[in-house]
């Protein structure tokens, strides 16, 4: 198998190194039109002698990839695309440098933005004044560049498909990389013919809506499940603005020719943790797991997938199946060998619980030529998919209810007429409740009327009551209110369904809708028995939107405040009350958001849980020591700086004793053990002390802690 897959890729690389040079030998004038265009805008460093080209089809329209490289690759290199009209479509330049993640960028983001913008007005000045910035909260100072999104704006409507993106590197000042996605040629409805938004609202329930769901989380390493009101339909569509019908705006999976087997596409899911041999002898003897024998005659035996000797087993794995820690499953491979014949490869996956025998999937590829139409029709195909379920599950298949916003793939090959492959879904159903997470998927040959994909998903679990819970209408009032609906514009494929993939439905068949769709800054989850919003992982959303705080105008330490807040080194709330003493908890969330921790906000957060987990990190990273934790404990002006030179990784030259010269007129008061840290901070300007005394058992003010963390950054 991996044979076959290297040798075919080997193909198409080799085919696509080909195909740029046979089309330029009939457009020579095309490239060196593209390259002077592309020189008349940026300077190509001199030290990128090497030049490389690809050309393409993109939209209709002729592009060139083109690229210039240094000789030795230490110089970077730069990489612009161009269509034949002249459009700049992206830029990358990429120099090595130097960058150090625990310092404040040279550049502000201010500054950077400035020159985001001049470089759209130099690149494309005929729509810089149709962009809308996109707000970036985002901003850490992990990241090396700013990035600025531009939305494009029609009669005052955002285009989400059409956007401006630039990346500007925070040390330099430098733009290192753009996007541009415009659509052009097209007819934008009149937003004057569009519903009112109370219509859109009254047709937002009635055609897309909200439904009840299980949701789950962990708890202590345990699943735990919460109800919540979601959308019923997840993504892709949305309400048309002009008649208040439920419009698809996904975009359709594109495939021609012959699809190499059935065309499924499983769920992408994380990769499973492989055990070692060791380690499955261990679990085997010390559980009752069966052996890799009893779960090969298990799969053999199972007459859909007619796994006859010719099947040889290529590949078995033992490992835990997530997100239940406690089951165990087989992973099996099986392939039959090629023969003479045409499309006669076939291959077979199998995952069995290694407690029950349980198949909970499945996978077997279609001996047949892509070319080839469909035999049976959806409701035929379902009714053997039911028919089937009942007879692998009849208990979990009564337990479920048939997911009809479930859209699969329903795929029509270029020469074909009808479906090839269908896929069905049965959702799981607890105390009238849904539960997505669980479900029955079954895909079927169509061509050879078969099934040929099936997935369990099933979790021993306890499920909460849903006795007291608000009401729809409840709901969606908060939903209006809360997160609301808004005009934009989208890019829909022109087809009678965006499932039904063919070769005509290109971009000359796309065509411009007004929709009315819901906001996305916040999620569309809220809590069954309060409302409150939540996020995706079951806890309340809390807006990190940062408007600035209302108490620090005049304040010493006003622009320290400020500096830190624009990179997310923020304490949640509006004031930030500097005068106060500040927690040992809060001091570290301050920190921790200049280090690579990237849980929780524990400042913010009743959840002991969430303190625990950033001192553990604080603690692994030798910040913390295990008998120095105490998060409602003030901080003192000495552990402050203690703790800011551990995060330096000093730690090991401050404690040796007798070599520092520390010049505060206080020196007898601080700890003999921290002469060194003090000593150090001061060197390198992170304290400077009041009139010659340092104050080292003072309560450190939350003002002094945004000052000290500044100088830290800055230094």
């Not at 035996?301 to 099947?311: H, S």
Request: net charge negative; proline share 4%.
């Amino acid at each position: 198998m991996k044979k076959k897959i290297a040798l075919l890729m080997t193909i198409i690389m080799l085919t696509a190194c080909l195909l740029p040079s046979l089309s330029l030998a009939a457009d020579d004038q095309g490239l060196e039109k593209a390259i002077k265009t592309t020189k008349e805008k940026f300077t190509i460093p001199s030290t990128l002698t090497e030049f490389n080209y690809t050309s393409f089809t993109e939209n209709n329209k002729q592009t060139w990839q083109l690229t210039w490289n240094s000789k030795d690759g230490l110089d970077g290199n730069m990489h612009v695309r161009i269509d034949n009209d002249g459009n700049i479509l992206s830029y990358n330049y990429y120099k090595p440098y130097q960058y150090d993640q625990r310092k404040l960028p040279k550049i502000s983001k201010q500054e950077a933005k400035t020159k985001a913008e001049q470089f759209i007005k130099y690149i494309h000045p005929e729509i810089a004044s149709q962009l809308k910035y996109m707000e970036n909260i985002d901003n850490t100072l992990m990241q090396p560049t700013y990035y600025f999104n531009y939305v494009r704006l029609v009669n005052g409507i955002p285009v989400p498909n059409d956007n401006v993106f630039v990346e500007v590197n925070t040390e330099t000042g430098e733009v290192q990389s753009f996007y541009y996605n415009w659509t052009k040629d097209r007819v934008f409805p009149d937003a004057n013919k569009a519903i009112t938004l109370k219509d859109a609202q009254e047709a937002y329930k009635k055609n897309l809506g909200l439904r009840l769901i299980y949701n789950y989380t962990y708890d202590n390493d345990q699943l735990k499940t919460y109800a919540v009101y979601t959308a019923k339909y997840p993504y892709g569509y949305d309400i048309d603005a002009l008649t208040g019908n439920k419009l698809e705006t996904s975009a359709p999976y594109y495939l021609y020719g012959d699809g190499g087997g059935m065309g499924y596409r499983e769920q992408a899911k994380a990769e499973e943790p492989v055990l070692t041999p060791e380690e499955m002898n261990a679990v085997e003897e010390a559980s009752s797991l069966m052996s890799q024998a009893k779960a090969e005659k298990i799969a053999r035996d199972f007459k859909t997938l007619e796994l006859t000797d010719e099947f040889k087993l290529m590949n078995a794995n033992l490992s835990r199946h997530w997100p239940v820690k406690q089951d165990f499953i087989w992973q099996l491979y099986f392939e039959k060998a090629s023969s003479d014949k045409a499309n006669d490869y076939q291959y077979v996956s199998v995952t069995i619980n290694a407690k029950t025998g349980e198949i909970k999937a499945f996978y077997q590829n279609g001996p047949y030529k892509g070319e080839e139409e469909g035999v049976y029709d959806q409701d035929a195909a379902k009714e053997a998919v039911e028919k089937f379920i009942k007879q692998i599950q009849p208990e979990k298949f009564g337990q479920t209810e048939f997911d009809d916003t479930y859209t699969g793939d329903v795929i029509i090959y270029a020469s074909s007429t009808k479906p090839t492959q269908y896929n069905f879904r049965y959702l799981r159903k607890v105390n009238d409740v849904l539960f997505p997470s669980n479900y029955i998927q079954v895909g079927y040959d169509a061509v050879n009327g078969k099934v040929t994909n099936y997935q369990l998903e099933w979790y021993d679990i306890t499920f909460a009551p849903v006795d007291n819970i608000i009401t729809l209408d409840q709901v969606y009032e908060k939903m209006f209110n809360e997160i609301g609906l808004e005009l934009q514009y989208k890019l829909v494929h022109n087809k009678d369904s965006a499932k039904i993939i063919r070769p005509e439905y290109g971009t000359e068949n796309i065509e411009i809708k007004l929709v009315y769709t819901v906001k996305n800054d916040k999620p569309l989850l809220f809590d069954a028995n309060t409302g409150n919003i939540l996020n995706y992982d079951g806890k309340p959303y809390k807006d990190n939107k940062t408007s600035g705080y209302t108490d620090i105008s005049g304040h010493f330490a006003e622009s320290a405040i400020k500096a830190l807040a624009e990179y997310g080194i923020v304490l949640k709330g509006t004031e930030f009350k500097p005068d106060e003493s500040i927690t040992q908890k809060n001091f570290f969330t301050l920190l921790s958001k200049t280090l690579n921790y990237y849980g929780y906000d524990p400042a913010s957060s009743e959840d002991n849980k969430e303190i625990d987990e950033l001192y553990k990190y604080l603690i692994r990273e030798g910040i913390v020591k295990e008998n120095e934790k105490a998060p409602d404990a003030d901080v003192t002006r000495e552990d402050s700086v203690k703790f800011i030179i551990r995060a330096l990784k000093y730690d090991k030259v401050a404690d040796i004793k007798g070599i520092f010269n520390c010049t505060f007129k206080d020196i007898e008061k601080i700890n003999p053990d921290l002469i060194g840290y003090v000593t150090i901070a001061q060197g390198l300007k992170i304290i400077s002390g009041n009139d010659g005394y340092f104050n080292p058992q003072n309560k450190l003010t939350r003002a002094e802690t945004a000052i000290i963390i500044y100088n830290y950054l800055k230094r």
